[in-house]
């Protein structure tokens, strides 16, 4: 039970997808225009990240080494497609409009084939669904946070209402692609600047959390000493 | 051998497709099941738009469709609105491939006379937050006005809507920053000569179509 826990809890903070694993930042740029199109692509993620990791570490154990790139693709893709095919057919007209081009993107998105390879092959199910829950979550309040700061920068409004109505002429670069690097860039300076400062504080050296660097990772030959 | 360790290229090439296979007929069931509400929501979206561009009618407007030539030469895909066997408009669409991401497709509602009643971006891939914004209609919400109900009829853009009425020029509209009157957004230059170029396209093809449509529609003074 622990355990469980623990696994949920980490994807929210201690190894946030975005903010520290640093994955999936395609979606995070180009989704967080709006509070309400952060938090649509976060949720719809977390649901192809759920299944990907449940359905993935049921077969990790049967699934050739040689291959196993490929066919954790295959179903990261078919979950894409049931997503895609899911909200065509029953969210609201508007949610689809504005996320609808970007769900296929959801496939080469690298939270879900990194999650698949860095720990649903090496856990059992159902660590394996409260991992994709935790990752998730942490996409999703990740982008909805960046959607809200870049919405009320560039409009003045949260949510698609305004919150200040003073506010006539639009601000553009919050909203554009430079905005979203800036702000970004802006969130993960704080974050480590207080991470390195507890470090010191308690006299230690600040070193990345364990197993996030590129040695720990077995997708690639990055990283690795050559022997 | 399990087969894990296995690296035999057949047994490796068949597990792929066994995969391949399953994930085939999973997304067929899916899609079997989605496909229907999908086409219902598109119709229904599809009618809404009508029904947002055009005053009140009541024939089948899809019975019949015309497609003409417009000075671009972008089809035009025309359908006619009825009240009691009366024009009472029609409803033009046209695709612009030249959007700032692609095509940029247009909706428009014209009077019975070729001007332009009001007009819809159905489809576009616009940058969203800039380019998206001069296509979308939406009533602005405020803290203020959160809990008041949304006003019926088309919310409005001002730069969709200043098309509305107007004569179209010779040339069509131009946006002031190429030396024309027309509105265009700082930042969202593409988008803003898409909308003009379509608009005055689909208003080119109804002044100089006048004779085609009165031939397939009749009623045309």
Redesign the interface.
Known sequence: MKKIIETFCKGIWKENPVLVLLLGTCPTLALTTSATNGAGMGLATTFVLVGSNFVISCIAGIVPRKIRIPVYIVVIATFVTVVDLLLQAYAPASLYAALGIFIPLIVVNCIVLGRAEAFASKHNPLLSIFDGLGMGLGFTLTLTMLGIIREFASSGSVFGVKVITAWTTDFLLPGSAPGAFIIVGAILAVRNFLKARAAVKAGKLYVPPAGLDCRHCNICALGKDDE | MK?????NLV??GI??AL??LL?AL??AV??GV?SQ??SA?KKA?EAQALRQILPEFDNDINARTLTLKSPAKWPVRVRVARKGGRIVGYAAEAVNPAGYAGAVKMLAGINPDGTIRAILVTEQ?E????GA?LCKR?F?????N?TEPTPDGLPPNKYLDQFNGRKVPAKGWIITKDGGNALYH??ATVTSRAIAKSASEIALTFKKGRKQLSKAFGGVK
């Open positions: 087969i894990r360790d296995n690296e047994v490796l597990f792929l995969v391949s994930s999973v997304l899916v899609s989605t509400p999908i929501a979206r891939h940058t969203p937050g800039l914004e939406q602005s919400k405020t803290i203020f959160l700082t930042g």
